[in-house]
C-alpha cells in the first residue's frame, strides 16, 4: 500500500487559505519568518515523516520497548529521531532566540506534529512531550533550572516528562500522596509512586527529567497544596550525572502505541530522591495545566493525525480492491469494479474525511489563537485566550472519540484485511484508542467544558464563541450555495444557546450534581457543531477558489471540500436533533440509578 498519511495539500490549504497564517508575519515575533520558511518547515517534516518515521511504524509496533535488568529497551530509531529533531532545532523551535529557539509560530509547529503523529504516533510522543516538559520549566522555573535543563531537552538529549498519575490518584489530582520534604541545600526529598508515565526511563537518551506533582510536607490537603518539582532520573552533580534514586519497577503492556514505554517509577526509595521547586510552592495545578492544556490540544491532533493514516490507507486500498458489480449490472461475466465506486464505500470514505479535516481545522484554529494571544494585546489578546480556553476540551475530545469511529470505518473498507495486521488499520484502531483517555478522559473534559468554560467570566467566552460563528453564517449566507447549510448553522446555533440555558439553570438553582451528569453528552452537542462550523469556513473558500476556474487537479480538490462540507451538515450535523431533545429532558436519570440495581 502507498505510504501516504496525511495530505500536505490540505494542512496548506488550513494554514493559509483558511487561517492566513502568513499574517502572523506582520507582527515583530514571527517578522523573521515568511511563506517560504514555513514550507521548508512543512517540507522537513514530510520527509522525516517518510524517511524516518513511517518505515519503523509497523515494526515499533511489532517490537514494543521490553524491560530487561532494570533497563528499558526501545526501538533504535528512537535514538536516531532525537539526535535529529535536537540538531533541527525543532523541540524548543516556538520559543524565544535568547532561549534557544526559532520563534516559529504554533500552528507551523502543530501542522509538523500532525504530520509525525501520523507518520508513526508512537515515535513522535518522545520529542513532543520533551517539548511542553521544557516550556514548562522556562515559563515557571528559577533561572537555574532553566540553565541546567532546558538547553539539553532542547538538544533532544535529555527527555521530559509529566508525571502526575499514582496508583490510587488518576483524573482526582486532590488524593495524591507523593510527598516533598524540605531540606536546606535547596531542594526536597522526593517520595512516592508515580504511574502511566510515558517514556519516563529508556536507553535511547542520555537523561530524563520529569515534571511532578507532589504535596510539600505539612502543605494544605486538596489542590491547593500541590506544587510542581523537576525530579531527573540522573542528576547534574558537580559536572557528572548522578543516580537520583528514582527507578523504573515496571512497564505496561498496551493496546496500542506501544512503540513508546509507559512506565511506573518508584521515587526515593532509599530517601535520596531529590526534586527542585518550580516557582512558588502550592501553585503545581497551576504550573501544570499549562503543560496539560498544550498536551490536550496535541492529543487532539494526534488522534486526527492517525485517523488521516487510516483514511489514506483505506482510501489507497479501495481503489485497488476489486469487488463486485454495480447494482444495476446482472451480467457476471462483467468484470468486478473498485470497491471505491460502491456507494457505501463512498459514505465510509467521506465520513473519514468529513472528521479528519474537520478534526485538523479545529486544532490548527487553536493553534491560531495561541499565536494570536503571544502577540496580540489588550481585549484581542483575551479573546484568543477566552476562546482557546473555551474550544480545549473539544479540541481534544471531538478528535479522540470520533477518530476511533473514522479509524473504524477505515478498517470496514478494508472488510476481513482490515482485521489482519499485513494491512495497518488495525494497528491505526489500536492506536487511536488511547487519546480518548489520556490528558484527562472525556467526562473530565465534559465536566471542564460545561462547569468551568461555558460559565467563566460569566459565560464571555461562550459569547465570543457565538459571535466567531454567528460571523461565518452571517458570511455564508450571501452565497447562494452555502446559504441552506449556513442556516441549518444558525439553528443549531440556537439549540446550542437553549440548551446551555436550560442546563446552566441547574447551576444556578445550586444542583450541580444535575447540571454536570450529563455533561458528556454536552460535551459531543458541541463539538458537531463546532466542527459545522469549521466546515463551513473551508466551504466559503473553496466556493471562492472554484469561481476563479483552477486547474482541473486543484478544481478536484476543492469539489471534494464541498462534498465533503455536504456531507457533514447532511449526515452529522443532523445528529444533534436527539442529543439536544436527552439534554434538554436532563432528569438525574443516570444519578437517580442505585449502584445495587447493576446486576451482579
Not at 514530510?46 to 529497551?73: C, H, Q, S, Y
Not at 518508584?266 to 495545566?289: A, Q, T
Not at 484568543?384 to 473498507?413: H, N
Not at 467526562?443 to 464563541?465: P, S, T, W
Request: with cysteine; charged share 20%.
Amino acid at each position: 500500500m502507498a505510504n501516504k498519511f496525511i495530505s500536505l495539500r490540505n494542512l496548506k490549504f488550513l494554514l493559509y487559505e483558511i487561517f492566513d497564517v502568513e499574517s502572523l508575519t506582520k507582527y515583530p515575533f514571527f517578522a523573521d519568518h515568511s511563506r517560504e520558511v514555513f514550507d521548508l518547515v512543512l517540507d522537513t517534516a514530510m520527509k522525516m515523516g517518510r524517511g524516518l518515521l513511517f518505515p519503523a511504524f509497523a515494526e515499533m509496533d511489532r517490537k514494543p520497548p521490553v524491560f530487561e535488568n532494570g533497563i528499558v529497551k526501545v526501538h533504535p530509531v528512537v535514538r536516531e529521531l532525537m539526535k535529529q529533531v535536537g540538531e533541527g532545532g525543532w523541540i524548543g523551535a516556538h520559543t524565544r532566540y535568547e532561549q534557544g529557539g526559532q520563534q516559529m509560530p504554533n500552528s507551523i509547529l502543530a501542522a509538523f506534529r500532525a504530520i509525525f503523529a501520523a507518520a508513526n504516533y508512537s515515535a513522535a510522543v518522545y520529542p513532543f512531550l520533551t517539548t511542553g516538559a521544557a516550556h514548562l520549566i522556562s515559563s515557571f522555573g528559577s533561572k537555574e533550572l532553566v540553565e541546567t535543563y532546558v538547553g539539553k531537552m532542547f538538544a533532544g538529549q535529555w527527555q521530559g516528562t509529566m508525571a502526575l498519575t499514582e496508583p490510587q490518584a488518576g483524573s482526582s489530582l486532590t488524593d495524591l500522596t507523593t510527598t516533598a520534604h524540605p531540606t536546606d541545600q535547596g531542594y526536597y526529598k522526593m517520595k512516592g509512586q508515580k504511574i502511566f508515565i510515558s517514556c519516563a526511563d529508556y536507553d535511547g537518551i542520555e537523561n530524563v527529567v520529569n515534571l511532578l506533582l507532589a504535596r510539600i510536607q505539612g502543605a494544605p490537603l486538596g489542590i491547593k497544596g500541590i506544587s510542581l518539582f523537576v525530579a531527573p532520573k540522573l542528576r547534574p552533580e558537580n559536572g557528572k550525572l548522578a543516580p537520583n534514586d528514582i527507578i523504573c519497577t515496571t512497564i505496561y503492556h498496551k493496546l496500542g502505541y506501544k512503540g513508546a514505554p509507559l512506565t511506573q517509577l518508584s521515587l526515593g526509595e532509599n530517601g535520596d530522591c531529590r526534586g527542585w521547586l518550580v516557582g512558588e510552592p502550592h501553585k503545581g495545578i497551576r504550573y501544570m495545566f499549562q503543560m496539560m492544556n498544550e498536551a490536550r490540544i496535541d492529543v487532539g491532533m494526534s488522534a486526527a493525525a492517525i485517523a488521516s493514516a487510516a483514511y489514506y490507507a483505506a482510501l489507497d486500498y479501495a481503489r485497488e480492491r476489486p469487488q463486485g458489480r454495480k447494482i444495476t449490472e446482472k451480467d457476471p461475466g462483467v468484470p468486478q469494479i473498485p470497491i471505491i465506486n460502491h456507494a457505501d464505500i463512498k459514505r465510509m470514505l467521506l465520513f473519514q474525511r468529513a472528521i479528519v479535516e474537520g478534526a485538523l481545522a479545529l486544532n490548527l484554529q487553536c493553534a491560531k489563537y495561541v499565536d494570536l494571544a503571544q502577540v496580540l494585546e489588550g481585549e484581542d489578546k483575551e479573546r484568543a485566550e477566552l476562546l482557546l480556553d473555551l474550544l480545549t476540551p473539544i479540541a481534544k475530545t471531538y478528535p479522540s472519540e470520533m477518530g476511533i469511529l473514522s479509524v473504524s470505518q477505515g478498517l470496514q473498507c478494508l472488510g476481513g484485511y482490515g482485521y489482519c495486521d499485513e494491512f495497518p488499520l488495525e494497528q491505526y484502531y489500536r492506536d487511536v484508542r488511547i487519546h480518548a483517555i489520556h490528558e484527562g478522559t472525556t467526562g473530565i473534559q465534559g465536566m471542564d467544558l460545561l462547569g468551568r468554560k461555558v460559565v467563566m467570566k460569566q459565560g464571555k467566552a461562550f459569547l465570543l464563541f457565538l459571535d466567531e460563528v454567528g460571523k461565518a453564517i452571517a458570511a455564508a449566507k450571501a452565497d447562494a450555495q452555502l446559504a441552506p447549510q449556513a442556516e441549518a448553522l444558525a439553528e443549531a446555533l440556537e439549540k446550542l444557546k437553549q440548551v446551555t440555558a436550560h442546563l446552566t439553570g441547574f447551576a444556578l438553582k445550586n444542583q450541580i450534581e444535575l447540571f454536570l451528569s450529563d455533561a458528556t453528552v454536552f460535551l459531543e452537542f458541541f463539538g458537531i457543531i463546532t466542527i459545522a462550523w469549521q466546515w463551513l469556513l473551508q466551504a466559503q473558500t473553496a466556493t471562492k477558489a472554484l469561481a476563479k476556474n483552477p486547474p482541473e487537479a486543484e478544481a478536484n480538490f476543492y469539489q471534494g471540500k464541498l462534498q465533503t462540507f455536504r456531507y457533514f451538515f447532511t449526515y452529522e450535523l443532523t445528529k444533534i436533533e436527539g442529543l439536544a431533545r436527552t439534554l434538554l429532558q436532563t432528569d438525574g436519570l443516570c444519578l437517580e440509578m442505585k449502584t445495587e440495581w447493576f446486576e451482579d
